[in-house]
């Protein structure tokens, strides 16, 4: 009798294999220029670096930088939901600042000088029982309360002198020249 012979069917090709991927890589970077910059930059090591250090060395590169620093040890230090909130809210009041502002062009084509209507009562100034409501007013000044909180905390924070940025945000001393 004849002897069974194991044959095991080699699984169908997919896709291209790893090598097959790198050199299309190569190919396509060669063909967009990529690689000849790549070597460029390579090859103008010491001059490139010397560009960079003049330019970073100039003191308005110096100034960005340390600002982009406070800046960000300023967003490290609010939590997120905090930043949200804060940003939205902001946001929403610039709507409404833009919502409520009206040019004088506006406001006479809109208005009829013979009649007054109720849109140009509550648009005119207050007067002074207006003011004086205003005063009586809770929800107005739980509202202006939060905003006069941070004019104190802003005005305060202003007036303390800083010698440097990141000593006055780690509470550290740094070592000077």
């Known amino acids: 009798m004849a002897e069974r012979i194991s044959y095991d069917v080699p699984p169908p090709k997919i896709g291209p294999d790893a090598q ?20 460029d930059v390579v090859a103008s090591n010491h001059e490139l670096m010397r560009i960079v ?28 939901e905090r930043f949200y909130q804060v940003m939205f809210a902001l946001k929403e009041g610039v709507e409404q600042v833009g919502n409520h502002r009206h040019d004088k062009a506006e406001r006479d084509s809109q208005q009829d000088k013979s009649k007054h209507t109720r849109q140009d009562k509550e648009d005119s100034a207050p007067g002074m029982t207006g003011l004086y409501r205003m005063l009586n007013d809770d929800e107005l000044w739980y509202a202006i309360k939060p905003i006069l909180a941070g004019l104190r905390a802003f005005s305060e924070r ?8 990141v000593t006055d ?4 001393p ?3 020249p």
């Open 20 to 39: 097959e991927e790198l050199d299309r890589l190569v190919q396509t970077l060669h063909e967009h220029g990529l690689l000849r910059f790549a070597n």
């Open 53 to 80: 250090v003049d330019g970073l060395n100039k003191p308005g590169s110096l100034n960005a930088i340390q600002n982009l620093s406070v800046i960000a040890m300023t967003l490290s230090a609010l939590p997120p």
């Open 158 to 165: 202003l007036d303390r002198p800083v010698d440097k940025p």
């Open 169 to 172: 945000f780690t509470g550290k």
């Open 174 to 176: 740094t070592e000077g």
